[in-house]
């Protein structure tokens, strides 16, 4: 009984899953229906508005549909396809207010972004001046330094803790491990509170761009430090045992081969962090404090910073300088989101890469 | 003779280890020097931020002592001073509840969907729009509240009050809605949605396959599987989940400054105008703070420091019961 | 051909029999033809032709590779379930083709039950509450549960073990005792087939013997088809045996098939008579 077949052509394989537009037709017509019945219910009844309308719309579908599963399926399939629904409902719905808030900031925001903004301070601007003059260099410029000085100070001190947590087992990497877990959890106002009770007051430093940046450098440690962990650990064994049978001290295995080695995964936890701390404005109330003019200083005086500016302008009755406030919003929400993008992009290449 | 010699040998006790020096070069004494001072540098800044918190409460503590818990006012510059954050736990802890009620649902549905039901085309864009969210600053949640969120849902906030204000939540005495816990707590709630939404994907991503197979190949539905193996898989996990959302909407500063008018008085209301949190007091009041209001305000960051620890710790033991204890299948 | 109920075999409809009834129908006919079956571009197995009679014990052996699992998957529409997974030709289930549009997976698995390679009790329900699951999560309604519970896992030879602790979470027992709960499991369902995958390649040989008596206990109630890695455990249990064979780069295919007793002491094709003289495999 044997059968072996010639090595002809094989198959065509069959069309099992119902495509897209026949699992959509019957549901888009349901859909339909219900949304006219309920407008004529509106339309009669005093019920009104269209958030009303829509979530009545909403809720008859997933009754209509699932009783028409019920109909012809049984109760099983039907359960099955209100879940369905909701389920999908809940995945749509996790876009949405990235949506909304990106096309509203977007809305109130552009036409404060004039080149005006990226070159003036407020230093002259009055009260009845329009929105068009003065401008937030100053937040920038205070925004870069303190974020600058920030990562320049957790990066180097986050990354030594990632190598000590790797490569000791001793009480200590421990110890430190839980408290870095602790210390991601630490509000923002809190590392500020910190900064200022122990610098600005009992150092009498006064506030100062360096004041902001320690205590950003606070919140953006932990960051660092645990992603910098887990990329670190995710680096071949292999690749150190072979450094370390070549003779290479384990100081040169460390720096030379492993932390290159990982080298996409730490920038990514460098520009996560940052991206983190950009936006932050809670800890640079009582540090930085603010100001409407340039400090390019950033180790004494008081200074800006983009969230601190948009909060100060968006807070003022003047509807001029909340349009200020909006500009300034914009500016940080698309440095953020571009931060975090590019974050995201060279880890993505990465674990491409060799 | 040799067998008697093999005995002698059985009987021979094992030799002691010898002791091995690593032979550390000076380079190497250094780096590991350097590598764990900057570990124990952690462990000096954490201690710092204790030290310093404390130092600054103090006094105010000492004036307030433990009606600091319990005062419902707030005015440290008075004489007599009195003031205390009872008030504020409240509005932070009512803040924080809505905040989970709105993202909770959310969170579990939208992980169901990117896990079992979505195809990976459209599942991966959609992990990715949902940690952009993440990122988004405090403030920009904030300020969109305050100006987008807040006129349009004045009118659900009415229906609401309208409809099914015999629940003493919903009452409101006086038909102003605005600057309320309800519409705090939705902003708060979206801001935690993208780490309850990652942890509990995460979680439920973990459930046994094998298992999830059988309840299939008997002949279940999907939701069938979904209800009897991945969710009771991931109960604790979930919650594991919400108390990290939780501890996230607890530090809450910004967001909540901008949209509550802060008064004292303890409120079931939460449509009406008012209640507050610890981190929006010492935002609002931090500009103008003389010595003992700021005394009184690091003492509240004190207390703040201290929730937020616990919650986010006994978090993470639970996440990583969670997914350690279930890895055997 | 045993009597079989008019409702049993329109797979498409939602009418189910009130009370399941175990046993009494004498197992389905199975019948493959030409099927072909893909991971994406890559095909594992192609037109295999088969027949698994009412009431019989079918094993399907072959080396590891040659597409035995992909193709039992099929039987009962599992395979489906991978996003790039296809297949063509058809499966019959006492004559009706069980991929035919618009018919129900989650109905038709109710018919074609199985079992797999790890044991795998759902971990946070009882015993008792494993055995019957599969009706609840089939809203099969079950007037007398106990009796169900006692009749499933007697089929199974668990009864004697775990009546005494029923309630007892599932996860307790042994991998043998899991694994014959999951065959009163799926026993209680009351399939017309039962597809075993390598059922006993996880556990020790007394277990295994269990096993193999259960499997002759029930073989006349319901129809098994079984893959084995394991050439006497398909001697000792099957009226039927497969054989089945991928040359490299090629798709498996079904070499030989008959009775078990012809095929394996005189094989007619010599690639089977050298893979059951293990001269490889």
């Given amino acids: 009984m044997a059968a072996t077949l010639p090595a002809a052509a094989l198959p065509q394989p069959r069309k099992l899953r119902r495509s897209f537009r026949e699992a959509v037709e019957r549901p888009l017509l349901t859909a339909t229906a219900v949304g006219v019945a309920m407008a004529l219910i509106f339309a009669v009844t005093p019920l009104s508005g269209l958030p009303g309308w829509a979530l009545c719309t909403y809720v008859g579908f997933v009754v209509a549909d699932a009783f028409d599963c019920y109909r012809t399926d049984g109760p099983v399939v039907a359960k099955d396809r209100i879940a369905t629904i909701l389920v999908s409902t809940a995945g749509v719905c996790t876009v949405v207010p990235l949506i909304l808030i990106v096309a509203y900031v977007v809305s109130k925001g552009l036409h404060g972004v004039t080149k005006a903004f990226f070159t003036e301070t407020l230093e002259k601007v009055g009260p009845n001046d329009p929105a068009t003059v003065g401008g937030g260099k100053h937040a920038i410029i205070g925004t870069i330094e303190q974020v600058g000085l920030a990562a320049l100070l957790a990066t180097p001190l986050g990354l030594m803790t990632a190598v000590h947590l790797t490569q000791s087992r001793g009480r200590l990497a421990q110890v430190t491990r839980v408290l870095v877990d602790a210390m991601s959890g630490i509000p923002s106002i809190v590392a500020g509170l910190f900064i200022y009770t122990m610098w600005v007051v009992r150092f009498h430093e006064g506030f100062s761009g360096l004041a902001a940046a320690m205590a950003l450098s606070v919140l953006m440690l932990p960051t660092v430090a645990r992603t910098a962990e887990e990329v670190i650990k995710l680096v071949p064994n292999g690749l150190r045992e072979s450094s370390l049978a070549l003779g290479a001290p384990e100081w040169k295995t460390t720096l030379r081969i492993i932390l290159p080695a990982a080298r996409s995964g730490l920038v990514t936890a460098t520009v996560l962090g940052v991206s983190r701390i950009a936006g932050e404005t809670a800890p640079l109330l009582m540090t930085a404090f603010g100001s409407d003019s340039v400090n390019t200083n950033p180790w004494h005086g008081a200074q800006s910073a983009l969230p601190l500016f948009a909060f100060q302008r968006v807070r003022n009755a003047i509807p001029s300088q909340i349009a200020r406030g909006w500009a300034g919003a914009l500016v940080l929400i698309m440095l953020v989101l571009a931060l975090f993008t590019l974050a995201r992009a060279v880890a993505a290449r990465g674990r491409k890469g060799p | 003779m040799p067998e008697v010699d093999l005995l002698l040998e059985a009987a021979r006790p094992l030799p002691e280890p010898r002791q091995i020096t690593p032979g550390l070069t000076t380079g190497d004494r250094v780096f590991r020097f350097l590598a764990a001072a900057a570990a124990a540098g952690v462990l000096v800044i954490l201690g710092l931020v204790a030290l310093f918190l404390v130092l600054e409460a103090q006094p105010a503590l000492k004036v307030a002592g433990f009606k600091f818990f319990t005062t419902f006012e707030w005015n440290p510059d008075g004489t007599p001073a009195h003031f205390g954050i009872a008030a504020l736990i409240y509005g932070t802890a009512m803040i924080a509840v809505i905040a989970l009620v709105v993202a909770l649902p959310i969170a579990i549905g939208s992980a169901l969907f990117v896990n079992e039901y979505a195809p990976a085309r459209l599942g991966r864009p959609l992990v990715a729009l949902l940690d952009l969210l993440a990122a988004v600053p405090s403030l920009i949640y904030g300020m969109w509240g305050l100006y987008y969120l807040q006129p349009h849902l004045q009118g659900t906030s009415r229906w609401l009050t309208d409809h099914v204000g015999f629940i003493p939540f919903f009452h409101t005495s006086r038909p102003v809605f605005g600057s309320s816990m309800f519409i705090a707590g939705i902003v708060v709630g979206l801001m935690v949605l993208p780490i309850v939404a990652s942890v509990t994907r995460e979680v439920l991503s973990q459930a046994p396959r094998g298992v999830c197979e059988a309840a299939l190949a008997l002949g279940s539905s999907r939701w069938g599987m979904i209800r009897s193996v991945i969710l009771p898989f991931g109960r604790s996990g979930i919650v594991g989940a919400a108390m990290l959302g939780l501890g996230r909407a607890l530090g809450e500063t910004i967001a909540i400054a901008l949209i509550l008018a802060f008064n004292f008085k303890i409120t079931t209301q939460i449509l009406a105008p008012g209640g507050g949190s610890v981190a929006g007091l010492i935002a609002n009041n931090f500009g103008e703070a003389g010595d003992a209001q700021r005394h009184a305000l690091v003492a509240a960051g004190l207390a703040l420091f201290v929730i937020t620890l616990i919650v986010n710790t006994l978090a993470r033991i639970i996440v990583n019961r969670t997914s350690k204890g279930k890895m055997e299948d | ?281």
């Fill in chain 3, 1 to 281: 051909m045993t009597d079989i109920p008019a409702a049993d075999v329109r797979i498409e409809t939602a009418v189910l029999p009130d009370e399941p009834s175990p046993f009494t129908s004498g197992g389905g006919t199975m019948r493959a033809e030409g099927l072909t079956a893909w991971f994406g571009k890559h095909c594992i197995v192609a037109g295999v032709d088969m027949d698994m009679p009412a009431g019989s014990v079918t094993s399907i052996i072959g080396p590891s590779g040659c597409g035995k699992s992909t193709f039992i998957r099929t039987l009962n529409r599992m395979h489906e379930l991978v996003p790039t997974a296809a297949m063509a030709g058809q499966v019959l289930l006492d004559g009706v083709d069980i991929y035919a549009p618009g018919s129900r997976p989650a109905l038709m698995r109710l018919r074609i039950g199985m079992v797999f390679q790890k044991p795998n009790p759902f971990p946070t329900m009882s015993i008792g509450e494993n055995v019957i699951s599969g009706l609840k999560l089939a809203g099969i309604p079950c007037r007398d549960k106990a009796e169900m519970t006692e009749r499933c896992l007697t089929r199974a030879g668990l009864w004697s073990e775990v009546k005494d602790r029923l309630g007892a979470p599932a996860g307790a027992l042994s991998g043998g005792q899991q694994q014959r709960l999951c065959i009163a499991r799926s026993l209680a369902v009351s399939p017309r087939v039962l597809l075993m995958d390598e059922p006993c390649s996880a556990l020790d040989p007394s277990s295994t013997m269990r096993i193999e008596e259960t499997i002759r206990d029930i073989r006349h109630q319901v129809t098994i088809v079984i893959v084995t890695h394991n050439m006497q455990q398909a001697a000792r249990v099957s009226d039927y045996t497969a054989f089945f064979l991928a040359d490299k780069g090629d798709p498996g295919r079904i070499v030989e098939f008959g009775p078990t007793g012809e095929l394996f002491n005189a094989p007619n094709d010599p690639r089977t008579e050298d893979y059951i003289h293990g001269r490889f495999g």
